[in-house]
Structure formats: C-alpha cells, structure tokens
C-alpha cells in the first residue's frame, strides 16, 4: 500500500487499508499452512478516485500485492498455494476500470463480476465451492448487502470481514421512520425486529452508539453461523466521534486472536495519527496536518485510550462472572468470550488470569512442569477456588 503520507486528509482510509493488509497476510498465511487454496472476495471492490496507476490506494491492488506475497514466500518452501481472488463492482465506469486490472494478473487467477454484491451470491458460491474464504464488504453506505441475501456465503466456511458505515447509518437508523429508508434497514438487518434488540441492549446500560452496533454484530453472528465475531471502531480523524466500525465473523479462535493482533496495531496507528493531528492543529493551525514521525506526550488519557480502559473494564467483569458461575472453565473458552470486546487482547486476558491466581482465587489445570503460560491449544482450565 501507499505511504502514510499519501493519505494525509483521508487518514480513516489508511487506518483500513493498513489493516486489511496485514490481516490478509495473517489469514493467508495461516490457511497455507494446512490447505492448499485460498479464495479472496471483494464486493464492492471499485476503484473510487484512486490516485496511483498501480492501484495501491485500493483494497483490491493492496490484497493482490499481499496474496503475490504470501504465495511466493510458499513457493520458495516449494508449496503450491492456490490463490483465487473475486472482485464485484455494480459501477459501469469503475468496472470497466476494475475489469482491465484483473484480466491483466497472470501469476494467479482473478476474476471480475459487474452486478449488485447482493445479486450475484450465486456466482460467488460457485466460485468458493469448498475451500476457504475471505470476504471483505467495504460499501460506501448501509446498501447493496442485505444479511438474508448474502446469508448463503456468509455460512460457507471462512471469515467475514464488513465495514459497518456508522456515520452515514447513524443518521437515519432509529429515528428516521420514512417507509423507503425503513425498508433499507430492514434489508441491511436481515429482518425487522432490530429496534426492539437495540431497546433491550440500551436498557442494559449501553451507548446508543454501542447499542446499534451490538445488535447488527449479532444479526451477522447468527445469520452466518458464526462462533466468534468481533468489531473495532475508527475514528473521524480531527473529531472524537466514530466514522465507521469493521466487524468480523470467523469459526475459529485462532482467527479471532489474529484479528485482535492486528487491531492492536491499528489502535496504536490511530492513537498515533490522533495525537498528531491534534499537535499540530495546536502548534501550527488546523492547515498543518501530517502524520506522526515522533511520539507526543500528553498527560491525558486519549480519547481511544479511555475507551480501551473502559473496555478492559467490561473484560474484567465478563471473566469474573463467568468464574463465579462455573467451578471450572477451559482456558480457551474464556479468551473466546473476552476477545469479542473490542480493545482486549490475548496478554490482557492471560494478566488478569495470573492476577487471580496470585491473588489465590483461582488455579491453573492441564500445565505441564515445562510450561509457564496459559494455551488456547491445549487443555488448559481455571479453576475456582471456594
């Protein structure tokens, strides 16, 4: 992808792709150790007002250049990762655009849909068939992927990743009650009933902005099956309030724990590119931005920084309640349900669990004598202690 600096006035767009492109090689990675394909799908892959002739401003050309990564670093061990990559764009123009980049990729196979990502679920299916995907749904609105459509893709087996455009939903979700828009609700919700979730989830305490969120992460759980999901949020970049959210669906722990990694980093970008924003709105006037090339300090908290306390918070009360309520737990089970908290992280979890024992509240079983730390891989469990 492009340089920080290119992105300077977009820096939302930089935080997403700087994440989409580590994530992909994560999952890749991973997937090529024990398969032999890979599928990647973009649907709603553009291009808008990119800017490059190589397409490293857009998600497509930064996850083909990671894919070209990954599947050379395998064939230099001399294995053969078969990677396919589904690009979809309902736009005539940019599609017309889109098509020429992918016809034009030799060192693996890529291919092109123009339609509506919603209405064209079938050829989608066709083209995963059985192996594992990728899907990442990055609309410039809340249309175009309706949950009971994209139901059939959503269960096959692999991860979701969507950008949940808070900004522009935020506006009409709950108190726009015009029929056409309602409808669009409906569809982006997978039904309706989604007001009555959202009530029941602001009478537990949460934000009304936390509250809209929850309930479409839970919709995407149930409608695609999934496990394990999570979401973080990124920031508008000169405001403190959120521009979009990217939520994840995946049926394995250890797709979650990648996911939290790579937020991690995310969280230290933003927080970074926050901060200096903000110094140099201070020293230089609002004209003057740019990206970090030094830390500053500040005696404060940071907006994301209260947020990741707050958050550590509700991981803290979610694991002493489920100890309070189960005499024993296996170790991975807990991470499972603490790494859906957006801002929690494997180190915190495995703290707070040392913290404990130490405290002499609980114990650990299933460690061998070598062993020094918990493992999500082995039968590891806390235990209760009365």
């Known amino acids: ?40 799908v973009d649907g709603f892959s ?10 490293e401003d857009t998600s497509f050309g930064i996850a083909i250049k990671k894919l070209r990564f990954v599947h050379d670093a395998y064939l230099k061990q001399g294995k053969k ?13 940019a599609y017309t655009e889109l098509k020429r980049w992918a016809d034009s990729i030799e060192d693996f196979e890529a291919k092109s849909i123009h339609g509506e990502f919603e209405n064209v679920i079938p050829q989608i299916q066709d ?22 459509k994209i139901k059939p893709i959503l269960k096959l087996r692999g991860e979701v990743i969507i950008n949940f455009m808070f900004d522009y939903i935020n506006r009409f979700l709950i108190n726009d009650n015009r029929e056409d828009i309602v409808a669009t609700f409906n569809d982006l919700f997978g039904g309706e009933g989604y007001r009555k979730e959202y009530d029941l989830i602001r009478g537990k305490g949460f934000s009304e902005e936390e509250a809209k969120s929850k309930v479409y992460l839970g919709r995407l759980r149930k409608f695609g099956e999934f496990p394990h999901i999570g979401s973080f949020q990124i920031l ?17 722990i250890k797709g979650l724990i990648e996911f939290r990694k790579v937020e991690k980093r995310v969280f230290k970008k933003q927080n970074d ?14 004209e003057q931005l740019s990206f970090p090339g030094e830390e500053f300090s500040q005696r404060d ?29 296996k170790y991975v089970d807990i991470l499972g349900k603490a790494l859906e908290i957006p801002f929690v992280y ?35 469990r806390i235990v209760r202690i009365s």
């Open 273 to 286: 590119i926050r901060k200096s924003i903000k110094h140099k709105n201070g020293a230089q006037g609002p």
């Open 127 to 148: 083209f995963i068939g059985r192996s594992f995907s990728l899907i990442f749904i990055d609309p410039t609105g809340w249309k175009g992927f309706a949950l009971e």
């Open 346 to 380: 494997e180190d915190d979890v495995k703290k707070f669990l040392f913290d404990l024992k130490n405290r002499g509240k609980i114990s650990f079983e299933g460690l061998n004598e070598n062993e020094r730390t918990l493992k999500w891989k082995s039968d590891h």
């Open 301 to 329: 908290p940071t907006l994301l920084e209260r947020e990741r306390n707050r958050h550590l918070e509700d991981a803290i009360g979610l694991i002493n309640s489920l100890i309070g309520e189960n005499d024993t737990l």
């Open 81 to 93: 990762l078969h990677i396919r990559c589904l690009f979809i764009e309902k736009d005539g123009t």
């Open 236 to 252: 508008k970049p000169r405001h403190d309030r959120s521009f979009f959210y990217l939520l994840y669906g995946t049926r394995h």
């Open 46 to 55: 553009g291009p808008w007002r990119s800017q490059d002739e190589a397409y």
């Open 1 to 40: 992808m492009k340089s920080e600096e290119f992105y300077v006035g977009k820096e939302q767009t930089y935080l997403k792709h700087f994440f989409l492109e580590r994530y992909i090689e994560r999952v890749a990675f991973n997937i090529g150790s024990f398969e032999n394909d890979f599928v990647y």
